[in-house]
Every structure is written in structure tokens, then in C-alpha cells.
């Protein structure tokens, strides 16, 4: 399945040239962390997925939640579709711009960050930098992920979450620290007094990781 996205190119295009895929959240759109292109590095390749699922207000996701089932709170088959997604449209859009020896970058908010996990963990030798905003690891997309710390080593993860998220709760993102620390991932784990989403000084963080 192609995905609909938007794109900021920069003047000049080389195989180096690094490129930042962004995955929104449930109900949310392509244009919400698009936003963040005005302070990432002018030189990158910004791309913005829309998901491909309608939700039934307005907005899109990449999977349906199941709120009143906490078993079934995600529809499995759904989300390793949408990763299967993302990754091909990955895969095209980076042959498509010959970007041979270039650093990609993956940055999601709640349910594009567990995507983000999952893509990052599965496929490490795709990956550098990972931002990971107000989501958890699911276990349940998680299955055949990578332990070999050679191939980890050169990921680096960014996870923030909000200590008042009435959404995904705290306790569920701080799960992602004893993941990547058990995997002897690199990763900055922060908590800001916030609900379900970035505030300022998160936003600031975040973009401090980037310009690294």
C-alpha cells in the first residue's frame, strides 16, 4: 500500500543527503508534525505520512483502538499492516531520491511512535536517529525484533512522555526505557509536566536531539 505524505526538499539532493520520516497519532493528520520543519536541519529530507485508515471522527489512523477491551486495545493484523506500510513507502521513497549513503531518521507521536519502536527495533540497519513522543513499545508488534547490540549500536532514541497523559499513561512509556536499556540501546528518556502531547521545553529537547 502507498501512503499518502507531504515532503520539504532542500535546494540540493546527494546520495548523503538525511532524511526524517514523520508518523502522526490516532485521529491526527500528515500536516501535525509537519509542522517541527521550520527548526529541523534546512539540509534534510522532511517527509509526513498520513495514515491510511479513517477514524470515525475525522483525522486518520494506523490501526483501530479498542478502548473499552484492554486486551484487544489494538487491532493487531491492522498495525503490522500499516507497518509493512511504512516500511515499503520507506524503502521507495529513499531509492527514489538515491539517498545511498544517507543517515534516516523516524520521529512519532502515540501511535506513530509505536510504530516507530517497532520499525527502528525490526530494522535497525535502516535507522539512526528515533524519536519516540508520548507512545509505549507494543509487545504485540513487537515479535522478531533485533538483540544483537552490534546491530543496534548505532540507533539512537529519543523518548519523552507526558507526566499527566491521560491517554497512554506514564507508567506505559517509561516501559520503552527498560526495553532499550535491556537491549543496551542509546536512548534519552525524559518526562515533562504535560498531558498528551509536546510542550515547549519537550519540543526544544526534540529538536536539540535532531541538531545533533
Same mark, same amino acid.
Given at each position: 500500500m502507498n501512503l499518502d505524505y507531504i515532503v520539504r526538499e532542500p535546494e540540493n539532493i546527494t546520495s548523503t543527503t538525511p532524511i526524517l520520516f514523520m508518523l502522526h @497519532?490516532? &485521529?491526527?493528520?500528515?500536516?501535525?508534525?509537519?509542522?517541527?520543519? #521550520? %527548526?529541523?536541519? /534546512?539540509?534534510?529530507?522532511?517527509?509526513?505520512?498520513?495514515?491510511?485508515?479513517? %477514524?470515525?471522527?475525522?483525522?486518520?489512523?494506523?490501526?483501530?483502538? /479498542?478502548?473499552?477491551?484492554? #486486551?484487544?486495545?489494538?487491532?493487531v493484523p491492522q498495525a503490522k499492516e500499516s507497518l509493512n506500510s511504512v516500511l515499503e513507502s520507506i524503502l521507495k521513497i529513499i531509492n527514489h531520491y538515491g539517498l545511498s549513503e544517507s543517515k534516516v531518521h523516524l520521529c512519532g507521536f502515540s501511535q506513530g511512535g509505536i510504530l516507530c519502536y517497532a520499525l527502528a527495533l525490526k530494522y535497525p540497519e535502516l535507522f539512526n536517529y528515533v524519536a519516540c513522543l508520548s507512545a509505549y513499545p507494543e509487545e504485540k508488534i513487537l515479535d522478531g525484533i533485533v538483540k544483537d547490540k552490534k546491530k543496534? #549500536?548505532?540507533?539512537?532514541?529519543?523518548?519523552?512522555? &507526558? %507526566? !499527566? !497523559?491521560?491517554?497512554?499513561?506514564? #507508567?506505559?512509556?517509561?516501559?520503552?526505557?527498560?526495553?532499550?536499556?535491556?537491549?543496551?540501546? *542509546?536512548? %534519552?528518556?525524559?518526562?515533562?509536566? /504535560? @498531558?498528551?502531547?509536546?510542550?515547549?521545553?519537550? *519540543?526544544?529537547?526534540?529538536?536539540?536531539?535532531?541538531?545533533?
Open positions: @497519532g490516532y &485521529g491526527s493528520n500528515e500536516q501535525d508534525l509537519f509542522s517541527f520543519r #521550520e %527548526t529541523l536541519p /534546512n539540509d534534510w529530507i522532511i517527509i509526513s505520512f498520513r495514515a491510511p485508515r479513517d %477514524t470515525q471522527f475525522e483525522g486518520y489512523s494506523w490501526y483501530d483502538i /479498542n478502548f473499552n477491551d484492554p #486486551e484487544n486495545f489494538i487491532d543496534l #549500536e548505532r540507533l539512537r532514541f529519543f523518548v519523552s512522555h &507526558g %507526566t !499527566d !497523559d491521560a491517554v497512554i499513561p506514564l #507508567e506505559w512509556g517509561r516501559k520503552a526505557a527498560d526495553m532499550l536499556y535491556d537491549l543496551s540501546c *542509546y536512548f %534519552t528518556f525524559r518526562e515533562y509536566m /504535560n @498531558g498528551h502531547g509536546v510542550n515547549q521545553k519537550n *519540543y526544544m529537547d526534540l529538536m536539540d536531539f535532531f541538531s545533533k
